[in-house]
């Protein structure tokens, strides 16, 4: 095989380790290269046209990881599904030893041996998510910190004590929806609207596996629940029938919801720093969401609330489109 042969690609990949399988990246994928099994989310390199629409959406930053591979040599689906972590980059050796070419060992990966997918320049070592259209928050927003907690932290989760845990829906025969609040103690967790945490249920899957995080949108405002408290809150429905009528419990949601004052849960987090809210008190702001969608859009109505009784209020407008199948799943309504 001579050198100018090898085709090198940049793959695309997903951190098994700091993914909590929300789905945004699948949903939102226009090739269907991201596709999900029980254990891992993982893209098909043979579909993957590194457009990056999934990237911004990622909450976490698990999806903006890339491997240089001999494209015939690419990580298939079925080698991802069985990760637990990301494999190590491949040395130029290494890479060399994989195309089954000897000269390419020689070659600089950054030469126009390297041929990546469309849209990438021949050479590009460094992807970076806002070079791709990623989505920022608007000017005005705070500085937002993420990932503070979590697998690949210093600290890996934060432990939280639940203060409340109240029904905020009455209770249908297929939802049953509530409003908890969490505490952090002495320990910073620095929240701002439009942010999220991830809860880690206890106890083991199916296949002998801590549970994944689910994440949950903040419901409270980025001085607290209660002001001045280190405390959060979440909106969380847990569903109690499928489409057919049939008992369901979902292992995240249903624990949460059946959390007593005192019980105390790990938390990941936090997440997000694009879905933020403008700090400019004068701006305005159209929410559209249903049901437990409308987490976000509490905490952002409560902190200009908050503003406006401390007389930090200009006169930004705020108008909150709010969908629910029925009356009685709307949450929250009367506040």
Sequence with gaps: ???????????HLIDPEICIRCN??????PVSAITHDSNNYVVDAAKCNLCMACISPCPTGSIDNWRTMPKAKAYS???????????????????????????????PLSQPVVVPSPGIEPGETTFRSADYGATVPPWSAAHAYTNLYGPKCAAKT????????VRVTEVGK???????????G????????????????????????????????????RNGERPGYNNISLTIKRVLEDHDGRPVRGVASNYMCDLQVGDKVEVIGPFGASF??????????????????????????EWRRRLRNSGKFEGGKLMLFFGARTGEELPYFGP
């Design 1 to 11: 095989m001579d050198a100018s042969d090898v085709i090198f690609i940049k793959q």
């Design 24 to 29: 945004t990246c699948e949903a939102t994928c």
């Design 77 to 107: 689906i079925e080698d991802q599904f069985g990760w637990e972590s990301l494999p190590e980059a491949l040395s130029e050796a290494e890479l060399a030893e994989a195309a089954g070419s000897e000269e390419a060992a020689v070659i």
């Design 158 to 165: 934060l432990a939280a004590t639940v203060t409340g845990n």
């Design 174 to 184: 297929d939802y049953d929806t509530h409003h908890i609040v969490l505490d952090f």
């Design 186 to 221: 002495s320990t910073p967790l620095p929240l701002l609207e439009g942010q999220s945490i991830a809860i880690v249920p206890p106890g083991l899957d199916e296949r002998g596996k801590p549970h994944f995080p689910r994440q949950y949108s903040i419901a409270s405002a």
């Design 276 to 301: 933020l809210m403008p700090n400019h008190p004068r701006s305005h702001i159209v929410m559209i969401c249903t049901g437990t969608g409308s987490a976000p859009m509490r905490a952002m109505t």
